[in-house]
């Protein structure tokens, strides 16, 4: 196969709508370098005007391995006023049930809401979005915490389970290098499983694909207490595998961004293990609310394939801040992509709610 062709028909519809096929070359193959192994330490230091966005999915098994999956999920809105006060502005929290096969068994709210009932038997993979929309398009446009924590259910309840990777219980899983993968074919669905890499060529004859994992850094900014929301440690016996992500906005005629996505888990020995992290950094026109710069930093991947969607994120210029939870999957597509950097770019949609937050807590009380 020649590793840097395009796929036909890679463009987009006469009215601007989504594309069918990726859109840019692939990097050739013997030219790759390895998989990235930098992760974040620490948060940037918050400064006035501006507005912190964090959130967390902690994923962990109470009964053990091949029962159901307890989703701890929380985040929280932080102004820093322009006379530099701390202001939390908004905080939701989850708790969510899933069961082997992605289906919510259960899930609560703070606040409570009885709504949310009708995603209870919803599987947390294809559709869960759109049934998510139908049923909160109001909190969607608004950009709500609760619908910031449910819109990621697609994304962790697939991951979720990768938190076993370095417990004994998985050894079977693993020896004489097999690997039980996802039960269906990724092949072309990001640029790391592009058809020609060995990642996704090891997955289908049944191999570990070999991911790079990598130490952790921590996250938390030691003088700062305000920097993260208050996040429950791991339970330590057993794993846990969590999503955690930071977004940042620094009001001004170009609003300022500063985003980080990070997948980790625990081993047994208590050790911290990054297996997805992205830094964003974005520039916004605040009276058009379009992206004027954007640029990703692959910062750890698990195959040294991922990083070439990186440089496609540039397929989003121009593009309305408010579309993103939807554009971004129509113009960013298959190995033009990443699905975990897909979806730290459609979570950017918020940022206008949070100015809204910011110059709200800045008026005179």
Known sequence: MDNHAVNPGSTLAASGGPVTAPRRLLPVLSNLPPAPRRPHSGAPTRIPGSVRRTGHWNMTWPQGIDTDMHIDARARDLVTTSDGRPHE?????????????????????????????????????????????????????????PYFLLDDMPGVTLVGPFAWRLWPETAGFYAGGTHRGPGYDMTGICAGFRPDGLPIQRMNRGEDPQHNLVPALDLDEPSDPLAW??????????????????IDVVDGPE????????????????????????????????????????????????????????????????????SLRHRVLELVVSTDGCTHLNDALRALAEVPVLVTELARADQPT
Do not use: K
Request: glycine share 6%; with cysteine; hydrophobic share 40%.
């Open 89 to 145: 502005a908004s905080t939701a929290s989850l708790m969510v049930v899933v069961d082997p096969a992605r289906q919510l068994r259960s899930l609560s709210a703070m606040p409570a809401r009885a709504d949310l009932d009708a995603l209870v038997g919803v599987r947390g993979g294809s559709g869960f979005r759109r049934q998510l929309q139908a049923l909160m398009p109001d909190e969607m446009t608004a950009g709500t915490l």
């Open 229 to 246: 929301h208050e996040i429950p440690a791991p339970p330590g016996d057993s794993p846990m595998l969590r999503r955690r992500r930071r």
């Open 255 to 322: 609003l300022v961004v500063d985003s980080v996505f990070r997948d980790s888990m625990w081993s047994p020995d208590g050790v911290e293990t990054v297996v997805h992290e992205y830094g964003l950094h974005v520039r916004i026109d605040r009276g058009s609310m379009r992206l004027t710069a954007i640029s990703a930093d692959p910062r750890v991947l698990p195959f040294q394939t991922c990083p070439a969607a990186a440089s496609n994120v540039d397929l989003l210029l121009g593009e309305s801040v408010e």
